[in-house]
């Protein structure tokens, strides 16, 4: 039986406060096609990493380690990791 | 004195950094490419614009753990002179040499023009041989130049005297309405607290000649030869 490799998404989102000019445009782009129930629109971006299915580490907290010193700059983003 | 020039992949503005060290100041320069480790024997290291590993993931932010890296960040740790410009400022925040981040300019465009920069400091080896208040006119090139900071940070930036350049109209004013970007109070050039690295946006190698439109950004060059020839370390 061959071993399914192992999955993690790491969800990158700018922090509360911090300016997302390109949400705002997408909001405001929203607002123009008729979709003025949206009052903000935060950008942030997604990674899909792939283990070997034989890693031995614990998966999430070397993807967390992955998120703070590599993914997220944390001056301005904060991460959120999910195993799938 | 002799100059480094970091070449990264994407680096565009290594070369141009070159011929102003070598034409301009006539001083020994050499490029150092980003798989090599050793900067010794380099009085100042010069980190050069472009856009370096694509701009993957955040400007600056894959460089920032090239091999050549390690080496600059123990060069700088040990008091060794680095600049960065543009790109290369980018790398330094990302690396944690500078404080702060870099956001996408608030205009969200691209921005490629001359622009007025208010020296704030010119007690720093970047700066010595201009006066506080003095205008240049150097240009900027980049779409992630808007400089964020915590705000107690910033006052912090502000109480060390760490901002070196502001964006400022013409005649010297520090206004919204100059700042091309929305970097928090007007910043275009920062140092550490210990005064030995320096990144900056605008690209003084670029305006280092009358021929280019403006020699404004040599001053910052000749501050660094200045400083150098002083023998004093930071």
Redesign the interface.
């Known amino acids: 039986m061959s071993q399914k490799s192992k999955k993690v998404v790491c969800h990158i989102s700018l922090k509360d406060g911090?300016?997302d000019?390109?949400g705002v445009?997408i909001r405001n782009a929203l607002a123009q096609l008729g979709f003025d129930d949206v009052v903000e629109v935060r950008s942030g971006k997604v990674f899909e990493l792939t283990f070997k299915p034989d890693v031995t580490n614990d998966v999430r907290a070397k993807s967390e380690e992955i998120c703070r010193r590599?993914?997220a700059?944390p001056?301005?983003e904060t991460f959120g990791v999910e195993e799938s | 004195m002799r100059f480094g020039v970091v070449t990264f992949p994407g680096s565009n503005c290594d070369y141009d950094s070159y011929m102003v060290i070598k034409d301009q100041l006539r001083k020994d320069v050499e490029f150092i490419w980003h798989k090599d480790s050793d900067v010794s024997g380099f009085d100042c290291i010069i980190l050069p614009g472009g856009f370096s590993y694509g701009d993957y993931l955040r400007t600056g932010a894959i460089a920032r753990y090239s091999p050549v890296m390690g080496s600059v960040i123990e060069y700088a740790n040990n008091g060794g002179l680095v600049i960065g410009i543009c790109n290369g400022f980018q790398i330094l925040l990302e690396s944690g040499l500078l404080p702060g981040a870099m956001l996408r300019n608030r205009s969200l465009q691209f921005i490629c023009k001359h622009v007025y920069l208010r020296c704030d400091n010119n007690e720093t080896p970047f700066s010595n041989r201009l006066n506080v208040g003095d205008v240049l006119k150097i240009p900027i090139a980049h779409t992630d130049g808007n400089y964020y900071w915590y705000q107690a940070d910033v006052q912090e930036l502000e109480r060390y005297r760490q901002v070196v350049f502001r964006y400022c109209t013409p005649t010297g004013e520090v206004t919204d309405k100059a700042n091309p970007n929305g970097s928090a109070n007007n910043i275009a050039g920062i140092c550490n607290k210990t005064r030995n690295v320096f990144g900056m946006m605008p690209h003084p190698e670029r305006a280092s000649e009358a021929l280019l439109g403006s020699a404004d950004g040599l001053g910052i060059f000749q501050s660094i030869v200045a400083y150098a020839a002083s023998g004093v370390t930071a």
């Open positions: 911090v300016l000019p390109q445009t590599v993914l700059n001056v301005i």
